[in-house]
């Protein structure tokens, strides 16, 4: 069964560090784009961007470039999402999604489960 | 950046009848660039159709999409109590991909 499985919820404080987590399982881990997308409390999607587990090639959105970092761990099927310097304003749901290597011919298909940020000031 | 506009922003109907929510691009884009998803509360999404038409494997095909250059829809018939929920459309063709702000299906 194709699967991301996402690390657990986590609560922080303004200007602290975060990496979350998305561990593919079930298909070729290096085959396929895993992006990111935020959605806030009672909000919609937003995409943050897309990286390639092969080479790492990404692709960010403006809204969020310089906010946060995307990485992938190859040896281990997992890709990150990091903040260096946490703000209120990050306090958000962020789920991880697969997206074919045949992109821009194809949408995300498989998601995770979604990560609880929760960032006090 | 492409956006997507969606509307109604609150669809109120009752199980069995027949949905059409609306997605609006502000730019021409080709069709098979256009997908939708389903989010039921608590819940990650879930890809109903791709390139405007095509339903996701496992789709029930009461599902339907249509459209082109701008204008793209979403039709569901014969709602089923599963299907209350908020649908989202993305155009996925470039970076950054976007998505509308959502339809709420409410019973």
């Known amino acids: 069964e194709v699967q991301l499985v996402q690390s657990g919820a986590e609560v922080k404080k303004s200007g602290e560090s975060l990496k979350i987590s998305c561990q593919g399982s079930?298909?070729?881990?290096?085959?396929?784009?895993i992006g990111w997308v935020r959605q806030e409390s009672g909000k919609g999607l937003e995409w943050m961007g897309i990286i390639y587990p092969g080479d790492s090639d990404n692709r960010y959105s403006p809204s969020f470039q310089g906010q946060v970092t995307m990485s992938v761990d190859k040896s281990i099927s997992t890709a990150y999402l990091q903040w260096s310097s946490l703000k209120a304003s990050d306090t958000a749901v962020y789920y991880c999604?697969?997206?074919?290597?045949?992109?821009?011919?194809?949408?995300?298909?498989?998601w995770g489960q979604g990560t609880l940020v929760t960032v006090s000031s | 950046e492409i956006v997507l506009t969606q509307s109604p922003g609150t669809l109120s109907l009752s199980p069995g009848e027949r949905a059409t929510l609306s997605c609006r691009a502000s730019q021409s884009f080709s069709s098979i660039y256009l997908a939708w998803y389903q989010q039921r509360p608590g819940q990650a999404p879930r890809l109903l159709i791709s390139g405007a038409s095509t339903r996701a494997p496992g789709i029930p095909d009461r599902f339907s999409g249509s459209g082109s250059g701008t204008d793209f829809t979403l039709s569901i018939s014969g709602l089923e109590p599963e299907d209350f929920a908020v649908y989202y459309c993305q155009h996925f063709g470039s970076s950054p991909q976007t998505f509308g702000q959502g339809t709420k299906l409410e019973i």
């Open positions: 999604a697969r997206l074919p290597s045949s992109w821009p011919d194809k949408p995300f298909d498989v």
């Open positions: 079930g298909y070729t881990f290096t085959s396929f784009w």
